[in-house]
């Protein structure tokens, strides 16, 4: 991460990340706020992928220092940690303090930098209405489902999506960890 920067590593994500949403969500707030009803909807977290393993290590270490890992584990062959932050990432909805940290991917597919900004619903029954609101604007939303959750995802740029889950990733992840401990 920016060999020639002053900032650490922490410091260069809180800098990037602040201008990065400033530039792209609330944009994209903006011009949605008159078709979907954003109050409907809570900041859940960021993600921030690296492009090496030397890179994930770099960040890890820093972020450790500064801020509260509340998990790590693997998925699909790769780390992924979860930390809440000093700083947060502010957003005409509200703000962000959680970060998703990745390491880079088996097949080294990953670019480095923010991924995605992904929010949860207030109230889970109101799911439907808010994909059905981003469906209208957005003949490009993708909805995954996976065994763990069902998600839909609008890209904002070529560089950042935009996700809306039916629980925060805190859930998920308590709810993974449950399953692991009855096998």
């Known amino acids: 991460m920016a060999p020639h920067s002053n900032l650490t590593p922490t410091e260069l994500l809180d800098k990037k990340g602040r201008n990065y949403l400033s530039g792209r969500f609330n944009e994209f707030f903006r011009v949605n706020k008159g078709s979907i009803d954003f109050s409907k909807l809570v900041p859940d977290h960021i993600c921030y992928r690296c492009d090496s393993h030397e890179s994930y290590k770099v960040l890890f270490a820093d972020l450790r220092k500064k801020a509260i890992l509340r998990s790590i584990g693997e998925v699909n062959g790769r780390e992924i940690s979860i930390f809440e932050l000093p700083f947060r990432f502010e957003t005409d909805c509200g703000d962000i303090k959680l970060l998703e940290l990745c390491d880079q991917k088996l097949d080294n597919s990953q ?61 998920t992840i308590a709810r993974r960890e449950r399953l692991a401990e009855k096998k």
């Open 111 to 171: 670019i480095e930098g923010f991924e995605h900004i992904e929010f949860a619903v207030a109230d889970k029954r109101d799911y439907w209405i808010i994909q059905g609101q981003f469906q209208k604007l957005y003949k490009d939303m993708v909805e995954k489902q996976s065994n763990e959750r069902t998600t839909f995802e609008v890209k904002l740029a070529t560089d950042m999506t935009f996700i809306v889950e039916l629980e925060p990733i805190m859930e």
